[in-house]
């Protein structure tokens, strides 16, 4: 390879502009066979890091390095190839020399090499990688961002930052979001600076202050991104973020952004041309009024591409037709000049849309699915079935499941019991299961009971449903507990009554906070046919536990205990206010879950309630949030306690009943705080209102401990009915 011409330019770029003899060192050491210096090259080039872009000879540089075996060259060429930039696209010999680079990018990102965990990131987060059954792996994706971003990765810092604020592989986090946009705005990467902007306008001044937004914004702008020159030009027309309007100045960011192809920004020069502007200083021209609205009008933007079409046929009015002709000219010859960074925000895979990363996902699972992998043929017959394509979606899930995929046998069997290839086909369906029973999926086994308990299976009989369900109950499955817990209570199925043996599967279930279980065991409980005495007290506590998690017959349960007053913390208030506003709240619950019948006791309910209680019983409804527990995998069965304040403090935001009772006692304790008997109250209201009775009790303690005085808990009160939790 001959030696390049490579041009200095002196731009403000992430990782500032290269010394000229610092570049031809590295360019010498790569034309002497040096492949990282070769791929450093490359990179340079693709991102126009220092030196002039030059997307052709980035492709010649990250080949050579690549053919010496260099991995973060081989992802660099293969990019290339995938998305045709600076070389002929060609998708399957991309791929392959991707698939080729990820065992030793992998072993590079072990080692925490910065740069091979930031690609590792990026393959986990399109599903090009085999995670997670070739599925975008948000998790692993997040984890290597975050390496990388701890190692001085910028961009990395970005997207982990983008993660966070979408609750991509981690719950939403809009200020752990902001701690990384910040990081990696401060170290001169121009999307994070817009992104803090974004969160101000997202979340508003109590995250982001006016004064953070606009500045960070204009980082942003001056380093040449399009869209933050558009919004910042905007933000100083109209005295937004704390800025004195300053049309005039605003005017240049207008420019800017329509130079580079900003459509709005387009349409309003041509406005102002086309009137005249004293403010900004604009003369009135027709002639460059039509040029910037024809502009507008072939931008992609409809919006402003209806409004540019609208002003420019007054425009027309006004301009000879052969002077328009020679306008139409100059338009059509206009050249748009994007600076580098926003062209950086197209470039990679990092800046492919989304139709294209889908498509490159689908080229990748036909490649490796083709090459014989189950899992990827399992994974593109989900594809396809998603996307409507049912033929093509049975004919890969057979594929996966002919080479002894478990998961794929599951899916056709669901498929074919459910009619998702066409018409339902039970006996196929079952065999299915019955091929991944016999290998131990404890999800066919259970489903295989649940159709051999309805008589659906040919040549099968209902009593075979508790072999099945007993199979995987054995192995721990909670469904399947639940279901056999169940026979045994009624003595069905061909099973004999046996009220000991269905509650201790019942139990088994709702010790996993499984919450149909949960249910079931507070009906079980207010019958007690064991005890021949009904046990309310622990009727309560189960139907407690499953109507926190949204089960709505737990809700009814709960509801009627609360509207007879048994099994309950006993009335604080005359008439019993507090029991019906608890009953009717939780029967208003049952009925929205489609528990039918509950009318007339709501009807009484109703009758026996001023307008505000009722008032405040469907507020404290629309503020439940069910906190679902159970996790087959058994990763986070029960209530997870965090020790982390800013996280307590999401999960409460969230609607979360045992956060809010872990908030009320460090309000009430100090905990990692300043003691609050008013943010105590209130959580610890919520808490009860959310099911968790124990709160009525520690509220009643810290009331007294705190010597609340009424003023303070009218307060309290009040920010109770103000909050709305955001799930």
Not at 117 to 128: A, E, F, H, I
Not at 136 to 142: C, I
Not at 560 to 581: A, M, Q, T, W
Request: glycine share 10%.
């Amino acid at each position: 390879m001959g030696l390049f011409r490579l041009i200095i330019v002196f731009l403000f770029l992430p990782c500032g502009v290269w010394a000229a003899d610092k570049l031809t060192a590295l360019q010498e050491k790569a034309d002497g066979g040096d492949a990282q210096a070769a791929y450093d090259l490359a990179e340079a080039l693709y991102w126009a890091d220092g030196v002039e872009r030059d997307l052709e000879q980035s492709a010649n540089y990250a080949l050579v390095a690549s053919l010496k075996g260099n991995p973060l060259a081989q992802y660099r060429h293969a990019v290339q190839l995938l998305l045709g930039q600076g070389i002929g696209q060609d998708v399957k010999s991309g791929f392959g020399l991707l698939h080729k680079a990820i065992p030793e990018l992998q072993k590079l990102a072990e080692k925490k090499n910065t740069d091979a965990l930031y690609k590792m990131g990026k393959l986990y987060q399109l599903g090009l990688i085999n995670s997670n059954r070739f599925n975008p792996d948000g998790k692993k994706a997040l984890s290597n961002f975050r390496l990388a971003a701890a190692r001085g990765h910028v961009r990395a810092a970005y997207l982990a930052g983008q993660m966070m604020r979408l609750g991509l592989g981690t719950p939403k986090d809009n200020v752990k979001a902001l701690e990384l946009y910040k990081r990696s705005a401060d170290a001169g990467f121009a999307d994070a600076a817009f992104h803090v902007w974004l969160l101000h306008s997202i979340a508003g001044k109590q995250l982001v202050s006016e004064k953070d937004a606009a500045r960070y914004l204009k980082q942003a702008a001056e380093m040449g991104l399009i869209n933050a020159q558009a919004l910042y030009g905007n933000a100083l027309a109209e005295g937004k973020l704390g800025l004195k309007a300053d049309k005039q100045s605003a005017l240049e960011w207008f420019q800017k952004a329509a130079k580079q192809g900003n459509a709005r920004s387009q349409f309003l020069l041509g406005i102002m041309c086309a009137v005249g502007s004293e403010e900004t200083g604009v003369k009135k021209d027709i002639k460059e009024a039509f040029v910037w609205l024809a502009l507008a009008e072939r931008t992609e933007d409809k919006r402003a591409q209806g409004d540019a079409r609208n002003h420019l046929n007054k425009v027309r009015n006004e301009i000879d037709p052969l002077d328009q002709l020679a306008l139409l000219k100059r338009v059509n010859e206009y050249r748009l000049v994007e600076t580098t960074v926003t062209e950086n925000t197209a470039l990679g895979l990092e800046g492919a849309p989304n139709s294209i990363q889908n498509s490159l996902r689908l080229d990748n699972l036909v490649q490796v699915a083709d090459s014989g992998n189950e899992e990827a043929m399992y994974s593109l017959g989900l594809f396809y079935s998603d996307q409507g394509e049912f033929q093509k979606a049975e004919q890969r899930l057979k594929e996966s499941a002919n080479k002894g995929f478990v998961d794929a046998m599951v899916s056709l069997a669901d498929r074919y019991v459910s009619g998702g290839f066409g018409e339902p086909d039970i006996n196929e369906g079952g065999q299915w299961y019955k091929k991944a029973a016999d290998k131990g999926n404890v999800f066919a086994m259970t489903r295989l009971g649940k159709l051999a308990f309805s008589g659906k299976l040919p040549e099968v009989k209902p009593d075979k449903a508790a072999d099945w369900w007993r199979k995987a109950a054995e192995k721990g499955f909670a469904p399947a507990q639940a279901n056999l817990g169940e026979l045994y209570w009624q003595g069905d199925g061909g099973v004999k009554q046996n009220f000991k043996l269905g509650i201790e599967w019942m139990h088994k279930a709702a010790d996993q906070s499984y919450a149909q279980a949960e249910a079931s065991l507070a009906t079980m409980y207010a019958q007690s046919f064991l005890e021949n005495t009904p046990d309310l007290s622990k009727a309560a506590e189960w139907a407690r536990r499953g109507a926190m998690q949204g089960d709505a017959l737990a809700q009814r349960t709960l509801g009627l205990l609360y509207y007879e007053g048994k099994g309950v913390v006993p009335s604080k208030l005359p008439n019993k206010i507090d029991h019906k506003r608890q009953a009717f709240k939780w029967l208003k619950l049952a009925e929205k879950g489609g528990i039918p019948g509950l009318g007339p006791v709501l009807n009484d309910l109703q009758k026996e309630m001023e307008p505000s209680d009722i008032r405040r019983a469907l507020n404290e409804a629309g503020q439940f949030v069910a906190f679902g527990r159970y996790d087959p995998e058994k990763k986070n069965a029960g209530v997870q306690k965090s020790d982390n304040l800013e996280e307590l403090i999401r999960e409460a935001n969230q609607g979360k009943g045992a956060a809010y009772l872990e908030l009320a006692r460090r309000f009430d304790q100090g905990r990692g705080v300043k003691p609050d008997s008013i943010e105590s109250y209130k959580w610890y209201t919520l808490a009860f209102n959310h099911g968790l009775e124990v709160a009525f009790l520690e509220r009643s303690e810290m009331k007294k401990s705190h010597d609340m005085m009424l003023d303070d808990i009218v307060e309290a009160k009040k920010r109770v009915r103000e909050f709305k939790p955001k799930p």
